[in-house]
């Protein structure tokens, strides 16, 4: 199984990027996904998922309004579009899947995702 991210770059504050994250070895239909992040010195914090069952997506507060989670299953890759960023956006951005979620909550946390991607790094400038 691999999850391959990308689409990170620099970008101005109220810039947009879309991230992608394709998988290979597991069909993304039937897992849940996730994108988290790391900014310097931080630990990992989630930012938004999509459920395994329906599609739904999930978003932290942080990026509500702004980021779109979205999945395409017949490519087996995930997408975040990111919008109006801003510098505090800034962080390496992981995407994950997993398949033993156990509430809505639970896709909010890093222990329930089994596979990992290497990272694609964001920039935004002020």
């Known amino acids: 199984v691999q999850l391959q991210a990308s689409g990170g770059g620099l970008v101005q504050a109220g810039g947009s990027l879309r991230l992608s994250c394709a998988a290979s070895?597991?069909?993304?239909?039937?897992?849940?996904q996730g994108w988290f992040r790391q900014a310097p010195g931080k630990e990992r914090a989630f930012v938004a998922a999509?459920?395994?069952?329906?599609?739904?997506?999930y978003y932290a507060d942080p990026v509500r309004g702004r980021f779109t989670i979205s999945r395409d299953n017949a490519k087996n890759t995930m997408y975040l579009r990111m919008d109006s960023l801003e510098p505090e956006d800034t962080a390496v951005y992981y995407c994950?899947?997993?398949?033993?979620?156990?509430?809505?909550?639970?896709?909010?946390?890093?222990?329930?995702?089994?596979?990992w991607g290497q990272g694609t790094l964001v920039t935004v400038s002020s």
């Open positions: 994950a899947a997993g398949s033993a979620f156990v509430n809505l909550r639970s896709y909010e946390y890093a222990r329930y995702y089994k596979y």
């Open positions: 070895g597991l069909s993304f239909s039937t897992y849940g």
């Open positions: 999509i459920m395994r069952s329906g599609g739904i997506p």
